[in-house]
Structure formats: C-alpha cells, structure tokens
T-cell receptor
Framework: AQSVTQLDSHVSVSEGTPVLLRCNYSSSYSPSLFWYVQHPNKGLQLLLKYTSAATLVKGINGFEAEFKKSETSFHLTKPSAHMSDAAEYFCVVSEGAGGFKTIFGAGTRLFVKA | SQTIHQWPATLVQPVGSPLSLECTVEGTSNPNLYWYRQAAGRGLQLLFYSVGIGQISSEVPQNLSASRPQDRQFILSSKKLLLSDSGFYLC??????????????FGEGSWLTVV
C-alpha cells in the first residue's frame, strides 16, 4: 500500500531565506510523485512532478524537488522565499500499477515573514 | 491547451436542499474526471472518479452522487444536503491513459456552505 507523509504541518520562513518542505512516501511500486500548491480559496496548481526520469526535478516559480529512493523522500526546496510563496503545499504519490490510486499528503502551510 | 471550468464558485444552501455542481474540460478527449472535497483545514478526499461516459466510481459512501452525461462533463449532485456537506469541492482531470501516472489538473473549486 502506498502512503505519503508531510512531516511539517506548518513552516515559517523569512522572505529571502531558503524553503524546505519535507515529504516521505511509501510505495510498493515505482511511484510518480508530485508537489501541488494551493493559494487561499483556489484550486491546486501543479508545481512539479517526478515520473522516473531525472531525480532532481525543477518546477515553476523556482521550486525544485529531489527524489531519493534510499530515503523514500521527495522534499521540496526553494533557495529564496518570496511573499507570494505563502500557501498550502501538497505532496502526492501515485503508483504506476494501474490501481487508480493517488494519495495526497495532509499539506504543509508555508508562512513567509517580511 | 486544456482548460477546466467548474461552477458555481460559491454557494450557500439550506439543509435539505438539492445540489448541483458542474465541471467541464476543454482541449482533451476521454479524460479521467474526479471530484474531491476539502473540508476546512483538512486534506483532500476523493469522492468520485470516472473513466468514461456513464462510468462512475465512488470512493466514499454518502448522500452525494456524480454523473457524466458527456465525455468532458462531470456533475456532482445531492438530493438533500447535510450540514456536513459543507466544504471546498474540486473538480479535476487527468489524461485518460496510464491513469496511475497521470498528472491531475484541478479546477478553481466551489465553496459550498450548508446552513
């Protein structure tokens, strides 16, 4: 069975400092992994995805994530936070076995202080 | 390019009243379609998904239902709303093949408040 755990429910950073949002996953198959961002009262927007190609994935708005199979992690990073990055972030795992299962993490709320 | 529209964006309904949320996808054929619910401060819950016209799978038994009358149209309904139905409803789609690896694209969401 697959699962996804976002290790922090809230993360607070100062503008201009690095962002790290942590995600661990569990999967019996070679999973696809995604990060989505949700601004208040909006739908989810895809930031980036990993589908068994390069392990370091670059996404929109300067975000990137590294797939580490040995650590079963897919942490999201950004070198320098911007006020507009304040939002909810979801880590998502989807298995490639045709099981019609996509699992969303509980979300991490990112706060950016001026 | 593909786009997804859902409406209405917000609605306030009394307990016991019916519900109809609509969603359409443009720019693709035979998509997989989904309805998710996001309760306040909580994660996403998959309610229904559909792989084709008239084919609906329910993930959570409840007083909601879904229908897919056309290839790119997905409707979420209820005959009698409960207070617990309040939440943020998201329609989504993915490419209709290799489902489990497909990226899911979301609409802007519909806020439902049952009073």
């Amino acid at each position: 069975a697959q699962s996804v755990t976002q290790l922090d429910s809230h993360v607070s950073v100062s503008e201009g400092t690095p962002v790290l949002l942590r995600c661990n996953y569990s999967s019996s198959y070679s999973p696809s992994l995604f990060w989505y961002v949700q601004h208040p009262n909006k739908g989810l927007q895809l930031l980036l995805k990993y589908t068994s190609a390069a392990t370091l994935v670059k996404g929109i708005n300067g975000f990137e994530a590294e797939f580490k199979k040995s650590e079963t992690s897919f942490h999201l990073t950004k070198p320098s936070a911007h006020m507009s990055d304040a939002a909810e972030y979801f880590c998502v795992v989807s298995e490639g076995a045709g099981g019609f299962k996509t699992i969303f993490g509980a979300g991490t709320r990112l706060f950016v202080k001026a | 390019s593909q786009t997804i529209h859902q409406w209405p964006a917000t609605l306030v309904q009394p307990v016991g009243s019916p519900l109809s949320l609509e969603c359409t996808v443009e720019g693709t054929s035979n998509p997989n379609l989904y309805w998710y619910r996001q309760a306040a401060g909580r994660g996403l819950q998959l309610l229904f998904y559909s792989v084709g016209i008239g084919q609906i799978s329910s993930e959570v038994p409840q007083n909601l239902s879904a229908s897919r009358p056309q290839d790119r149209q997905f409707i979420l309904s209820s005959k009698k709303l409960l207070l617990s139905d309040s939440g943020f409803y998201l329609c989504a789609w993915s490419v209709g093949t290799a489902w489990a690896r497909g990226t899911i694209y979301f609409g802007e969401g519909s806020w439902l408040t049952v009073v």
